[in-house]
């Protein structure tokens, strides 16, 4: 749920990046932050303990506007891709506003994207949320690989609900501002519906 700050004039929205190990959300993330206006961003700061580690920044879009003359922060966060961090990926979750699932294009990773999208609806409803009524994009990653499944087979199997969607390569770049402004948008307007 996003927070109003009232002395900044400020409303906070979280976006969490969510997908399966090394399919690229952490990557996204830094290319955002990198691409990002030096001015209108936070530190990016990276939560590592032994073997996991989440990525957050946050950042305030001046194109976006504003809401009722409140400007809107969007704070990003990644979760730990591998399954067994499932408590942190639940913590991460805990007041979200919009989801990025970051699916790996490769055709050996399909049965860890569909195990992820599994985890994420089912961290989501033990959080209260219902995967169907949140804001929510899917970004089809790793699209520059000559072992990338069809989009079509990822849309039949990852997006059966015809969810917005974008075909990226997140390491050069491609597709990671139009999956950003996607869920952006998504979250300002189902804001906009609340108040």
């Not at 860890?112 to 949320?129: I, K, P, W």
Request: include cysteine; glycine fraction near 8%; charged fraction near 25%.
């Amino acid at each position: 749920m996003s927070f109003i700050n009232y002395s900044s004039r400020e409303i906070n929205c979280k976006i969490v990046y969510y997908g399966p190990g090394l399919c690229g959300k952490t990557t996204n993330l830094q290319y955002i932050y990198n691409k990002t206006n030096p001015e209108a961003k936070g530190k990016m700061i990276s939560l590592a303990t032994e073997t996991e580690r989440t990525l957050f920044f946050d950042f305030l879009p001046l194109s976006l506007g504003e809401i009722r003359g409140f400007k809107t922060r969007f704070h990003l966060y990644t979760v730990p891709g591998q399954v067994f961090y499932d408590a942190s990926r639940k913590l991460i979750l805990k007041g979200v506003d919009g989801v990025v699932f970051v699916a790996d294009s490769q055709i050996e990773r399909m049965e860890a994207n569909l195990e992820s999208m599994e985890n994420l609806r089912t961290n989501l409803a033990e959080q209260g949320y219902d995967l169907d009524k949140i804001p929510f994009v899917i970004q089809y990653n790793k699209r520059d690989l000559p072992n990338a499944a069809g989009v079509d087979e990822l849309k039949r199997l990852l997006n059966p609900r015809s969810v917005p969607d974008f075909e990226a390569s997140a390491t050069v770049g491609n597709g990671v501002f139009d999956t950003l402004k996607a869920i952006a948008k998504l979250v300002l307007t189902e804001l906009k519906k609340g108040g």
